[in-house]
């Protein structure tokens, strides 16, 4: 039986966003163990449903590393204890970032092999269909050359394992498609992945081409990866503000949404980071699913989703056998 | 009489997208002579409006910066020589960026004191209205902590003399709102910047903050700007690509479309960076205007007037000013 540990405390709505989903996720998958971690008077409905563990405190969203790793009854630090504990599968919380990450990897620890690990979100391709796998996009603050090549090697296994690909196409996020493009790490990151025969690289993209390349998998450092990320979420959220205020305007166009809409749902279920389901964090010792800290039910019961695809891709196994391989 | 140099060229789609984009310049702007810059023949309907300059090659996309400066006989090399000899005040071209951004930086000279040139875009401010000044987006690929704080006092005089703000409220673009976020070349930058009396540093932005932030002036290194605008952009296109199709999915849609298009035109025009007409060089002697290369006739005409904008605001005058107050 697989095992995994829900935070239930970190979404800003509290267990409010969590306890559904975990209800749901229960009666999809019964055959998955379910800890839920958190103060136990507000998980009474999952009784049923979870191993319900008792913890306190929520950690901060300005909790640094050591901060957090302090704080031994915080619902984020026992969720981690307990997934030691139970030798489990997946953990997944939609609380502060920096804190999770840190206790992540100091508690769960690397790969061996592996020298940072990267923080995954997928974009769709509206090109190919399906979604382009981005990483890091934000575990790091800088990478070197080798980090980002090892995020290429990773991103592949990803990209097979979850989305079930046979030869991720990699390109690398450059400020162009040409070859000699790049920051100064990547020009050098380049030079491995055009000599790293496990990876299918196909040279430079650029941050407009991501959405509506052939990559499968778009490689960068954390710095960049995270502007990236913010500013397509950002943009999105932007031009969704204004539509709707444009559709106020005046009598025609309320008709016309009214009879436009379904077309604007689809885009933002297509669009919406919050249906790709948050970040996961690999190349440690456990599938690490971090939601949206503005999680509601729906997000995050879509976020523990990405979380059973990739125990059920057996992804955690398959980056250690990929790097024990790169060893030999 | 204020001068500028066109090079004629540098579209995608050519002479077609300048031509009437110089007529309409000049039909609004008589007192402004105009350089333009470009195969003779093709240039005839300018005789009234605009001194024709013969130059009968196009720099390709693909060149880089020495390879420009050897092609003499381009339209860009030929409108940079023209506008060293006529004292001009500015010059625009949609042409290869690379190669417009180092033949400018070449041969206008920097601005005593400016240790690097900065391209700059302008972003639709949702909160305050009004344009944030997003710099640099791609003149370098990496810069120095020094280099940023001068962009930030560069945008600074930008914002007050385009946009007439008094005192334009500067941010840093990092990973994260909080103080101790951003590259570790950010991280020196934040502290030159908060010792900066000349400047109104008010911290960190994120790229999800840049179109909803207070922020008048963001500052980062080219790579990050470069792939944050591209990203935004890109993120925009998509969306209105999956839109457009949504829209003709079936009928209800195209009529509730009809109703609502003016919602949906007026939602590009203020997110269509086209709108906002190309990105702009500063810290050179002369105001430089890049075009988008895929530039239409709207487009060419709208950068012009961000040009003519620069030029009536006294930006490389007051930039020299600037530097020289900061020297002494």
């Not at 630090?77 to 100091?106: C, H, N, P």
């Not at 690909?165 to 040409?178: D, F, I, M, Q």
């Not at 690999?282 to 695809?309: C, L, P, Q, W």
């Amino acid at each position: 039986m697989k095992k995994i540990v829900v935070d239930m405390m970190g979404s800003d709505l509290g267990t409010q966003a969590t306890v559904g989903a975990v209800l749901t996720f229960h009666k999809d998958h019964p055959d998955y163990q379910i800890f839920a971690v958190g103060k136990q008077e507000e998980l009474e409905p999952l009784k049923e449903a979870a191993t319900i563990v008792d913890a306190r405190d929520v950690v901060p969203m300005t909790a640094g590393a050591l901060e957090v790793l302090r704080m031994k009854t915080s619902s984020m630090v026992v969720a981690l204890d307990t997934f030691l504990a139970e030798k489990a599968d997946g953990i997944i919380s939609a609380g502060a970032t920096g804190a999770f990450l840190s206790a992540v990897t100091l508690k769960l620890k690397k790969i061996p092999g592996v020298l940072r690990p990267a923080l995954i979100t997928n974009f769709p391709n509206l090109k190919k269909g399906g979604y382009v796998t981005l990483l890091d996009v934000g575990a790091s603050n800088e990478n070197t050359p080798e980090e980002m090549a090892q995020f290429a090697f990773m991103g592949t296994l990803f990209a097979k394992a979850v989305f079930g690909l046979e030869n991720p196409e990699v390109k690398l996020l450059a400020n162009g498609t040409e070859e000699g493009k790049g920051s100064p790490e990547g020009k050098e990151a380049f030079k491995l992945l055009s000599e790293d025969k496990r990876i299918n690289f196909q040279g430079n993209t650029e941050g407009s081409a991501v959405f509506t390349d052939t990559a499968d998998v778009v490689v960068t450092d954390g710095f960049t990866g995270n502007v990236m990320l913010k500013s397509s979420e950002g943009a999105i959220k932007a031009m969704s503000g204004l539509m709707k205020k444009g559709f106020k305007k005046n009598f025609k166009r309320k008709m016309g949404y009214l009879l436009a809409k379904g077309a604007i749902k689809e885009l933002k279920a297509v669009l919406d980071p919050k249906n790709v389901g948050g970040a996961m964090l690999i190349g440690v010792n456990g599938v690490a699913v971090k939601a949206h800290g503005n999680s509601t039910d729906v997000s995050f019961r879509s976020a523990m989703e990405v979380e059973y695809r990739m125990i059920e891709a057996g992804i955690t196994e398959k980056i250690a056998q990929g790097f024990k391989e790169a060893e030999q």
